[in-house]
T-cell receptor
Framework: AQRVTQPEKLLSVFKGAPVELKCNYS??????LFWYVQYSRQRLQLLLR??SRESIKGFTADLNKGETSFHLKKPFAQEEDSAMYYC???????????????FGKGTKLSVIP | DAGITQSPRHKVTETGTPVTLRCHQT?????MYWYRQDPGHGLRLIHY???????DKGEVSDGYSVSRSKTEDFLLTLESATSSQTSVYFC???????????FGPGTRLTVT
């Protein structure tokens, strides 16, 4: 069974401070991990994925297989970063090559001006 | 936004009534998904489809059924709505860029 754990429901930081949103996972195979973001009253959108190793909006995330973690980091928080962040793991579904995303419960990031 | 829409966007219904939510995508994506979003639970998969007429259950499928008669449409039906099904429902589709799901704007359903 696959599982994603985001231990913090709410994280408040001051503008300009570093941000780290934690994500731990449990999966028996080789994981594909993602961070999705949901701004207020908007749809979820992909922020980044570990296989692309890119930095989006200043955010980065490194997959640590030893610690089974995929923490999201940003060196200097901005007010516009305030949103709900979901860590997700892609695992194989039962139907014809399908994959299922398992989401964590989410962390609400609040950046204080 | 990958051309994915949901209807209705808001609905209030009474316990025991049937409800159908519609998801429509214009990207010819093969895979489509229905999630519900609840505080403290994040997003949970209800059902998904891996092709026309090919569907399977997700984590929280009890009380829900789905149908996909065309590539572009994926319907979620609550046969007899209950108050525990009050939630925000998101549809998503996945196509050429493997693993990236595109989400619809959501449907806020209230069962009274």
């Amino acid at each position: 069974a696959q599982r994603v754990t985001q231990p913090e429901k709410l994280l408040s930081v001051f503008k300009g401070a570093p941000v780290e949103l934690k994500c731990n996972y449990s999966y028996s195979g080789s994981p594909e991990l993602f961070w999705y973001v949901q701004y207020s009253r908007q749809r979820l959108q992909l922020l980044l994925r570990h296989i692309s190793r890119e930095s989006i909006k200043g955010f980065t995330a490194d997959l640590n297989k030893g610690e089974t973690s995929f923490h999201l980091k940003k060196p200097f928080a901005q007010e516009e970063d305030s949103a709900m962040y979901y860590c997700a793991l892609s695992g194989r579904g039962s139907g014809a090559g399908s994959y299922q995303l398992t989401f964590g419960k989410g962390t609400k990031l609040s950046v204080i001006p | 936004d990958a051309g994915i829409t949901q209807s209705p966007r808001h609905k209030v219904t009474e316990t025991g009534t049937p409800v159908t939510l519609r998801c429509h995508q214009t990207e010819n994506h093969r895979y489509m998904y229905w999630y519900r979003q609840d505080p403290g639970h994040g997003l949970r998969l209800i059902h998904y489809s891996y092709g026309v007429k090919d569907t399977d259950k997700g984590e929280v499928s009890d009380g829900y059924s789905v149908s996909r008669s065309k590539t572009e449409d994926f319907l979620l039906t609550l046969e007899s709505a209950t108050s525990s099904q009050t939630s925000v429902y998101f549809c998503a589709s996945e196509g050429g860029d493997r693993f990236e799901q595109y989400f619809g704007p959501g449907t806020r359903l209230t069962v009274t």
